[in-house]
Nanobody, 116 residues
Framework: EVQLQAFGGGLVQAGGSLRLSCATS????????ITWFRQAPGKEREGIAGITVGDGTKYYVNSIKGRFSISSDNTKNTVYLQMDNLKPEDTAVYYC?????????WGQGTQVTVSS
């Protein structure tokens, strides 16, 4: 069974940093994509950063570009989201998503709260 677990959220002051982790298990296909989504109160869930694990291709939305960085440790089956210079508008529940050519899976959310 494919499982994803997101962790690393917490409460941080504006300008601070957090690193989120998405640990995967039960999946053996090498070329797949992991995308971090977030959902703020009253907002739609949006994809903000992704990585194609097979070749390391990365993509970001403009709102976090230059502040967040996605990376993958394939030996640990884990994808990270390093979040620097956090802003109050980054407050949201963050989710990880795994997708390949034939399937898609979601992890549970981890709360990130940024105070001013």
């Amino acid at each position: 069974e494919v499982q994803l677990q997101a962790f690393g959220g917490g409460l941080v002051q504006a300008g601070g940093s957090l690193r989120l982790s998405c640990a995967t298990s039960g999946f053996t296909f090498d070329d797949y994509a992991i995308t971090w989504f977030r959902q703020a109160p009253g907002k739609e869930r949006e994809g903000i950063a992704g990585i194609t694990v097979g070749d390391g291709t990365k993509y970001y939305v403009n709102s976090i570009k230059g502040r967040f960085s996605i990376s993958s440790d394939n030996t640990k089956n884990t994808v990270y989201l390093q979040m620097d210079n956090l802003k109050p508008e980054d407050t949201a529940v963050y989710y990880c998503n795994l997708k390949d050519f034939r399937s898609e899976f979601w992890g549970q959310g981890t709360q990130v709260t940024v105070s001013s």
